[in-house]
């Protein structure tokens, strides 16, 4: 593999995400290419079952990405299987309204309807406290993502879903690696996703997993996930259901072949084995990526601690984050405003994203659709306005992350007019050298 370039500052781009891809993952995608592994099969079983494994859950159920794996996950729980535990049309499912539009969606995509509360300044989580007042007599269930890796109260959360009689969905996409209480996110719902985009803990390219312990959901997840079908052979294998020409269901005829009878009103949401051979490289990775991230923010937070007019990022209480992005918000009183320094750092090449959508119910898509908002969403308003985030991902060495952390160092101290290092006085010094 070619090395990579050499870091130069103001030059090199500095992009917030980004995969580590090495020769063991090429290897592993041409040598499945070669194969013409080209669907999913035994690759993706072998990948789901570590996947599971690595949670300590039963079952994994790889996906075409983690959109798909939210879709799914919500979708399992409108299943009739379920019974009067389903979710029905009009029901209501808590989740917030900053963050990603996918952990929304698929509560508007099954006929639900998303109860929407704020977050928290600096953790960009929701609380149990808010998410305990929004329960109303028509709430079923609580659907929402650890934000930024940052992990939401859980242990928390996934009690009070209990005590509540809730079905809880944790959208784990961004947070592979974190820990709460001492216990892996992803772990704590009823149902959990992961995305593999490059820009998250591990790559696929495209690419998503739902993962539950629970067997019986696990069934739903598949059958919807291909195609709705009620038979679990893998395509291409006959009758390791022990049914095929003899089951009666519905009102099908005896003996249908069982490959075609169909218990859900599903999609077909699964990956490929190309996908999966790099997810066995990647997820062999998966505690260094962890650490370098851990690593980089740290960085970054030491750095930047008690800078002026900057909140900068905090750990939700008794978590461990495998952070995805470090955030920061520019404090109202700050002499600048964020968009002076956003456009000072990607000016620099520094690369800045927004806290994703912001406050959701802006947005044109979802003006006109049925929601409750359940007190205000004041902070999901300050994080449209005046949050974003820069990257902390494994290919960032500490010497690009001194770059970053420098020149945030040098705007906030140039706006406050005090003396203080510049990029190019470390420069002379030899400090990023
Ligand atoms: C919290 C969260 N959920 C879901 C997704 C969707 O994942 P994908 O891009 O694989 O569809 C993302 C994407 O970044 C995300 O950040």
Not at 284 to 290: H, I, L, N, R, Y
Request: aromatic share 8%.
């Amino acid at each position: 593999m070619t090395p990579a370039p050499r870091f130069v500052p103001g030059l090199t781009p500095l992009l917030p995400a980004g995969a580590v891809l090495e020769e063991a993952d090429r290897l592993a995608v041409v040598a499945a290419a070669l194969d013409l592994q080209i669907t999913s099969g035994a690759t993706s079983q072998q990948f789901e079952r570590q996947m599971a494994r690595h949670l300590g859950l039963r079952k994994a159920h790889l996906t075409n990405s983690g959109s798909s794996a939210n879709l799914l996950a919500l979708s399992a729980l409108t299943s009739p299987l379920l019974e009067d535990r389903r979710l029905q049309p009009g029901d209501e499912v808590i989740t917030v309204a900053a963050g990603f539009p996918t952990t929304v969606n698929p509560i508007l995509q099954n006929g639900l309807l998303p109860v929407f509360v704020d977050i928290e300044l600096g953790t960009y989580n929701t609380s149990p406290e808010r998410i305990e007042r929004a329960i109303g007599p028509k709430t079923r269930a609580i659907m929402i993502a650890h934000a930024l890796g940052n992990p939401f109260a859980a242990t928390e959360i996934a009690r009070l879903a209990d005590e509540r009689g809730l079905l809880l969905v944790e959208d784990n996409c961004d947070a592979l690696g974190s820990t709460e209480a001492g216990r892996l996110t992803g772990t704590f719902g009823d149902l959990s996703t992961i995305s593999f985009y490059p820009a998250h803990h591990i790559t696929t390219g495209e690419g998503g997993c739902v993962l539950t312990d629970n067997l019986a959901l696990a069934r739903i997840v598949e059958s919807m996930r291909d195609w709705g079908r009620d038979c679990w052979c893998e395509p291409g294998e006959d009758n390791r259901c022990r049914k095929r020409f003899s089951c009666q269901l519905g009102r099908m005829p005896y003996g249908y072949d069982h490959k075609y009878v169909f218990s859900h009103v599903g999609y077909n949401l699964k990956s490929t084995d190309l996908q999966a051979a790099m997810g066995l490289t990647q997820l062999a990775k998966v505690e260094d990526f962890g650490a370098a991230r851990r690593a980089n923010w740290r960085q970054l937070h030491d750095r930047l601690e008690g800078l002026p007019g900057l909140l900068l990022p905090r750990a939700t209480p008794n978590s461990d984050p495998s952070w995805f992005g470090f955030v920061i918000t520019v404090l109202h009183d700050a002499p600048f405003a964020p968009g002076e320094l956003v456009d000072f750092l990607e000016a620099r090449r520094i690369g800045t994203r927004r806290f994703f959508a912001g406050n959701l119910t802006r947005h044109p898509a979802y003006l006109d659709r049925p929601m409750r908002i359940a007190g205000d969403l004041d902070n999901s308003d300050i994080v449209t306005d005046r949050t974003f985030w820069i990257g902390v991902h494994p290919r960032l060495t500490a010497e690009m992350v001194e770059y970053m952390a420098a020149s945030i160092e040098e705007f906030v101290r140039q706006r406050y007019h005090r003396p203080g290092p510049t990029v190019a006085n470390l420069q002379q010094s030899g400090a990023l050298a």
